[in-house]
C-alpha cells in the first residue's frame, strides 16, 4: 500500500525535530492571539481511547500535545437518540439533550477533570455543537412541538440541504429556525456550556443550513457570554460565515482541489484557486486546513490511501496545514494509522502502528511551524513559479518558501525571481547550496530565505 517513500533527507525530520512541548504553563486567560496561532485536534471521544471515555482522554494528553496540536475539538459529546438510530450506537450528531453528556463517556465530574486538565496545559477545548437538527427522540418534539420543520403528512421532517433536497438524515429531525423561541433555547444551550464548563469556544456543525441572520445574532452573545476569547469554527465554505462573525471555516473545495493534484492535476491549478479564495477573504477571517476529518475518514479513506502511501500523506499535509488558515489533525492522523474510522461503530484508534513516534515527529515539526513561525501566521500568500508547475505545490508565506512535490518521482526544482541558495529548510534544519532545490517522490522543503 505504501509507495513512494521519502527520502532520508525527508525522514530526517521525523528523527531529529520533535518540539518540547510537555509542561508547558497554562495560557494566560487574557491572551486574545491564541486562535490566530493555534494547531487543532480532533477527538472522537469512543474511538480515542480503549475505553472511549473522557478518562481515556485524559490519559491521552499528552499524544496530542506531543503531535503539536493545542486546541482540543470533541465531536459531539451529548446523549444520542435511540429513535431511528443508525448503527449500533447511533451518530454523535444525532442528539438527544443539548445539556446533558453521553453516559458512556462520563459524568459531569469526568468532563469537568478533562477541560481542566485540558487548560492547566495551556491548551483549549472547543465543543462541537449541532444546531440544525435533533435526534426524533428529544424532548423538545413533544414539549415544542413548534420547534421543527413538519413534512407533507405533518411530521419532523428529514433535514435538508442549502438546495431545499432532502438528506439521507433519518436519524435527526429539522429544527425551524423561524421560531424564535427556538433561537432564544439554542443560544441558551451553547452559553449554557461556556459558562458550566468553561470551554473555549464550537465547531458547529453545519453551520450553512441555519439562516445566517441567526449567526449575526447568535455569535455576539456567545462572545459576551464568555469573559474571554472563544474559538468559532463553522463547518461551512461560504465566506458570508466571516462577516457573521466566524473565526474558522472549512475549505472544502481546497481538499477537492488537492486530492485532485495527487491524482495527476496540475499543482499551479491549485494555488491559483486558494489565491482567489484569500483574496476574497473577509478581514480576520482563516481557513481550516485539513487533510482528513471524521468525515472524510469514514465515508471516504484515510490519509495513507488518499494521498498514495506515507510520503504522499506527509506531503500533502505538508502543503495543506502551511497555507493561511489553521491546521488540523485528526485522532489516529499522527501515527499513520490506515484505519478507516466510521461513526456508528466504536473502533479504538490502533495506536501501536510501524513508526508511529517518528510519524507524530513529523507532524508536530510541521504543526510546530504553523504556530510559531512568523510567516506562517501573518495572512501573506502568494504564489511562488518553478520549472515544475505542473508537479510542484509551490507558494510563498512571508519570507518563506514551501514547495511540495505531488509525484511518486523524484524532481529537480528551480524557483523563479527567488533565490534559495543558502536558503534553510526548516524541517530537516539543512542549508541548500544551490540554485536548484532536489525533490524526492513526495518530497517537501520549508524553505527560509538567507
Do not use: C
Request: charged letters at 25%; proline letters at 7%.
Amino acid at each position: 500500500m505504501l509507495k513512494g517513500l521519502m527520502s532520508s533527507v525527508i525522514l530526517a525530520v521525523v528523527l531529529t525535530v520533535a518540539p518540547t512541548v510537555h509542561g508547558q504553563s497554562p495560557a494566560n486567560s487574557s491572551d486574545t492571539s491564541w486562535v490566530t496561532r493555534s494547531a487543532l485536534y480532533e477527538v472522537f471521544v469512543q474511538d480515542f481511547s480503549p475505553e472511549g471515555t473522557f478518562r481515556g482522554v485524559i490519559d491521552g494528553l499528552d499524544r496530542i500535545q506531543s503531535a503539536g496540536a493545542d486546541v482540543l475539538w470533541l465531536m459531539p459529546i451529548y446523549p444520542i437518540g435511540v429513535l431511528n438510530r443508525k448503527g449500533s450506537l447511533g451518530s454523535p450528531y444525532a442528539v438527544r439533550d443539548y445539556r446533558a453528556l453521553n453516559p458512556s463517556y462520563g459524568n459531569a465530574a469526568d468532563f469537568r477533570a478533562l477541560v481542566q486538565a485540558v487548560h492547566a496545559r495551556g491548551m483549549k477545548l472547543i465543543l462541537d455543537f449541532v444546531p440544525n437538527h435533533t435526534a426524533p427522540d428529544h424532548a423538545w418534539v413533544k414539549q415544542h412541538p413548534d420547534y421543527y420543520v413538519r413534512n407533507e403528512r405533518g411530521e419532523p421532517s428529514v433535514p435538508r440541504d442549502e438546495k431545499g433536497k432532502l438528506t439521507d438524515w433519518t436519524d435527526v429531525a429539522q429544527l425551524d429556525y423561524k421560531n424564535r423561541e427556538l433561537r432564544r433555547a439554542m443560544i441558551d444551550n451553547m452559553k449554557y456550556w461556556l459558562r458550566e464548563y468553561d470551554i473555549d469556544g464550537f465547531r458547529v456543525d453545519v453551520a450553512g443550513f441555519i439562516p445566517y441572520d441567526f449567526w449575526r445574532e447568535a455569535v455576539p452573545a456567545l462572545r459576551a457570554a464568555a469573559p474571554r476569547r472563544i474559538l468559532l469554527l463553522a463547518e461551512w465554505g461560504d465566506l458570508e460565515m466571516h462577516r457573521a462573525g466566524y473565526d474558522l471555516t472549512y475549505p472544502w473545495d481546497s481538499h477537492d482541489r488537492l486530492k485532485a493534484v495527487w491524482n495527476g492535476a496540475p499543482a499551479s491549478t491549485f494555488i491559483q484557486a486558494e489565491v482567489t479564495d484569500m483574496q476574497a477573504m473577509p478581514r480576520g477571517g482563516m481557513r481550516m486546513r485539513f487533510t482528513t476529518n471524521h468525515d472524510k475518514t469514514a465515508w471516504e479513506d484515510p490519509p495513507l490511501k488518499m494521498f498514495h502511501g506515507m510520503a504522499g500523506a506527509r506531503a500533502a499535509f505538508v502543503a495543506m496545514a502551511l497555507l493561511p488558515g489553521r491546521p488540523l489533525l485528526y485522532n489516529g492522523q499522527e501515527v499513520e494509522s490506515p484505519q478507516k474510522l466510521g461513526l456508528f461503530e466504536r473502533q479504538p484508534v490502533e495506536w501501536k502502528q510501524p513508526g508511529a513516534a517518528r510519524a507524530r515527529a513529523f507532524y508536530a515539526a510541521v504543526l510546530k511551524l504553523a504556530r510559531t513561525e512568523p510567516g506562517l501566521i501573518e495572512r501573506d500568500f502568494r504564489p511562488v513559479e518553478t520549472n515544475a508547475p505542473d508537479d510542484v505545490v509551490a507558494y510563498r508565506r512571508g519570507d518563506l518558501i514551501v514547495l511540495v512535490n505531488a509525484r511518486a518521482k523524484p524532481l529537480s526544482v528551480s524557483v523563479k525571481s527567488a533565490a534559495t541558495a543558502g536558503a534553510r529548510d526548516l524541517l530537516s534544519n539543512r542549508t541548500h547550496q544551490g540554485d536548484t532545490i532536489a525533490l524526492p517522490a513526495y518530497g517537501a522543503v520549508v524553505l527560509k530565505e538567507p
